[in-house]
């Protein structure tokens, strides 16, 4: 497959409900072994294009492809070849930590011995080691992401779709989450990421889009940013918030 | 089998092995298992028995009669009961590379595991015909295989067809309540004198161009050329049926089906909505009012209150003579009223916080106490049963029924005694048993094994005030006798419910963390809800 080829292309992805657009004619291309930021309010339609991304939910038009492969056409091609750490928990709740990491190598095509392996590697970094009989149904939220994360590195990925990854994960545990994301677009790979924090995102990211009302309104690369006189909270808040910071109730 | 399929089997299994080793799991659920499995064994004993003594003649007539009973067993049970067990957790399991071809591998082998009951029938009734000298002994085998086969592929592509049509918002009640009607007509037309049609309809099972029949003849070696062929092609045609229906609902987006129309309330359900202010303070009120619309947009709930005035209604029917009364002045509107309760119960009752699942936090985090919302949950539960009696006397007008002030005071009091002892244990069971419900989903259990095994036990004492009072007047032949002991029932009923509430408010305090986890968990690779 050529390299040239973006990481994620999208070309007029759209998405109804019923008579609402959740994603309204998105075309994006984020290039291989880029760090990208999608940004946008709630109900933007930031996860509606994730899970589009994921093969979770098809396009009512458009097209979308995947580390070159058209999705969903080469689904499961693609889904061997990303790490997905969705919005909604996608953990087996009556499992252990471990059994689960060996459960979702092995969905991977690992062979079970080195899913194991992995597992117990990845449950060590990630500080999940302490309480090995612990089932997921008792872990905490941060610990759920942290899971969650390990569970979309146990295959080596080329291309990782994160929707809210750090939501949750405390200071210690995200720096750590970060550090790796970091090491991994280093190495060749592309992280798509979703987050509300926009200093995560600035401080991460080499390039953001910003989608509101399902719309493409900004993309960007942060160097051509930080070269103008705004911060990305500024652009942010300009382009969709500017009306919504100046509100305020009378009684409050 | 793929390692990816054993990988699933291997993790479902984990997930069950986690919750039956929880205290007090494993041996409640194990005598429920051994109950229902050996009653299914002893019928398979029966089965066996009866086809390895049987001579060919009877055997040519009995078969078809049983491999029909198990072909209808197999495909319509499920959806009766509104319950097909276990399924796929595809919502997870899609995020992973897995071929469409070995997630409908597991797809069968639950559809297997769902239809164990028959699996058990079918096996005795294959050794009987093999121990039977009359029966070519090498032919039941690969004939009663086909037939397994069969009805593998075709459960499977029917839950997948259903699955996709219960998505579909306000379709899906009107989908099951068709089905229901339609497993109620056979009895219906026998009881009104129909019956004709109904032994006409059945007498088609003797045809060679049905599978169960088809299955039949090849099993016994009679007219194999036409039955085998026949029983192929149907095989055939249900494995392409099966896989091309399960392959859309893998492709299926629920909630893309889930968004066609309106979810807002009609201007009349607003007012229905709106009476707990006048009558109440908040925040009852307003936990009353949210309780009136949280259970009138939940499908599962709808699909219950729907069936219990409806199918109730056609159900009982030839039960009751056409709509007479029973021993006792045991009146036809007090029977459905009856029946609705114990459908209503098993969504308003049994599991009052099955639908609110990790919501449930905000009825230990607000300054209203918890005993508030509990009564709150039991007023809307009342509020629906009142409507529900309410449409079975229209219904019974309908019907022509005959109905008299007294028969009516009859259904409302019967019903209001009824539903003091049924608030009294789905008030403790709430607490002691929550179980998270997804209220989306049009069919499935709301309650856990566990309780459905206390209830078994349970029931004849919840029914047991209000039938003595009609052995009472079936004896005495007095309704003077009836009334009074009525009235008993309701003063221990108002202490039982009084003293259960309390005891139920008292647990939820006490067990807030256990009661806040049990509402908030998931399930494994395979949905069993």
């Known amino acids: 497959m050529p390299e040239a080829t973006p990481a994620i292309g999208v070309c007029n992805l759209r998405k109804v409900y019923g008579d609402r657009a959740a ?24 996860t509606t294009t994730i899970r ?13 492809e995947i580390l070159g492969l058209p999705m969903p056409e080469r689904g499961l091609e693609i889904k061997a070849r990303i790490g997905v750490v969705p919005d909604e928990s996608v953990l087996f709740d009556r499992l252990t930590g471990g059994e689960f990491l060996e459960f979702a190598g092995r969905m991977y095509g690992l062979d079970r011995a080195v899913a194991a392996a992995r597992a117990l590697e990845l449950l060590t970094l990630f500080e999940l080691d302490m309480e090995t009989r612990k089932l997921i149904v008792e872990y905490s939220k941060g610990m759920r992401k942290r899971l969650a994360m390990a569970a979309a590195l146990i295959h080596r990925p080329e291309l990782f779709l994160l929707d809210e990854p750090f939501e949750g994960v405390d200071a210690v545990g995200a720096r750590m989450m970060k550090d790796l994301l970091l090491d991994q677009v280093r190495n060749g790979a592309t992280v798509f990421l979703t987050s509300h924090v926009l200093e995560v995102v600035e401080r991460l990211c080499d390039r953001v889009a910003i989608i509101d009302q399902g719309r493409l309104v900004m993309e960007s690369s942060m160097a051509a940013l930080r070269e103008g006189s705004e911060t990305l909270e500024d652009a942010f808040v300009r382009l969709i918030g500017a009306d919504r910071v100046q509100g305020k109730l009378d009684w409050l | ?136 002994g090498w032919l039941p085998a690969p004939a009663l295989l086909l037939f397994v086969a069969f009805n593998l592929f075709l459960s499977a592509g029917l839950r997948s067809l259903l699955e996709r049509l219960l998505a579909i918002r306000r379709v899906r009640e009107i989908v099951v309540f068709a089905m229901v009607t339609c497993g109620a007509l056979p009895q219906l037309l026998a009881a009104t004198g129909r019956g004709g049609h109904l032994l006409r309809l059945l007498s088609f099972r003797q045809s060679v161009f049905v599978p169960w029949a088809a299955a039949s003849r090849l099993a016994l070696g009679s007219q194999t050329i036409p039955a085998l062929p026949i029983l192929c092609a149907a095989t055939v045609a249900a494995y392409v049926f099966g896989r091309l229906q399960f392959r859309r609902s893998l492709r299926f987006d629920a909630a893309a089906a889930r968004s066609t129309g309106s979810s ?35 499908p599962r709930f709808r699909v219950v209150f729907l069936m219990g005035f409806s199918f109730g209604a056609i159900i009982w029917w030839p039960l009751m003579h056409g709509g007479h009364s029973g021993p006792g002045g045991l009146s036809y509107p007090v029977v459905v009223s009856g029946y609705a309760m114990i459908l209503l119960a098993e969504v308003a009752f049994w599991n009052q916080f099955g639908f609110d699942r990790s919501a449930a936090q905000l009825y230990f985090s607000t300054p209203a106490p918890f005993a508030l919302a509990l009564r709150a949950k ?103 006798v009836f009334y009074g002991i009525l009235a008993l029932d309701a003063l221990v009923g108002t202490a039982c419910y009084h003293y259960a509430t309390r005891a139920a408010v008292a647990a939820a305090e006490k067990r807030t963390e256990e009661f806040l986890a049990a509402l908030s968990q998931d399930g494994g690779p395979f949905v069993v809800e």
């Open chain 2, 1 to 136: 089998m793929s390692s990816r399929v054993r990988a699933i089997l291997g993790a479902q299994w984990r997930c069950t092995w986690h919750l039956l080793t929880r205290p007090g799991g494993r041996v409640l659920a194990g005598i429920l298992w051994l109950f229902w499995y050996g009653l299914w064994a002893s019928v398979g004993v029966a089965a066996g028995i009866y086809t390895a003594l049987a001579s060919r003649a009877d055997l040519a007539v009995v078969l078809p009669a049983i491999l029909m009973g198990t072909f209808l067993f197999w495909q319509l049970a499920p959806i009766l009961t509104t319950d097909a067990g276990a399924s796929l957790n595809v919502r997870k399991l899609q995020l992973y590379p897995i071929p469409d071809g070995e997630l409908f591998v597991v797809e069968l082998l639950l559809r297997l595991i769902t239809a164990l009951e028959m699996l058990l029938v079918l096996a005795g009734t294959l050794i009987g015909l093999v121990a039977n000298p009359d029966v070519p």
């Open chain 2, 378 to 480: 039991n007023v809307a539960g009342m509020t629906f049963v009142g409507l529900e009696i309410a449409l079975i006397l229209l219904v019974c007008t309908v019907l022509r029924v005959p109905l008299s002030l007294a028969s009516i005071a009859q259904a409302i009091l019967v019903t209001l005694v009824f539903s003091l002892y049924f608030l009294s244990v789905g008030n403790v069971s709430s607490v002691y048993q929550p179980r998270p419900v997804n209220p989306e989903h049009s069919w499935g259990r709301s309650s856990a094994g566990r309780f459905q095994l206390y209830m078994l036990l349970l029931f004849p004492a919840i029914a047991a005030p209000v039938a003595l009072a009609y052995l009472a007047a079936w004896f005495l032949e007095s309704r003077a």
């Open chain 1, 23 to 46: 994603v309204d004619g998105l075309t994006l291309a984020v290039p291989r072994g880029c760090f990208f930021g999608f940004l946008g309010p709630n109900g933007a339609g930031k």
């Open chain 1, 52 to 64: 589009m991304l994921m093969g979770l939910a098809p396009p009512t038009s458009g097209s979308i």
């Open chain 2, 264 to 298: 807002g309330s009609a201007a009349w359900a607003d007012r229905l909505y709106a009476w707990p202010a006048a009558l109440f303070s908040d925040p009852l009120a307003a936990l009353v009012e949210k309780e009136l619309r949280t259970l009138a947009r939940s």
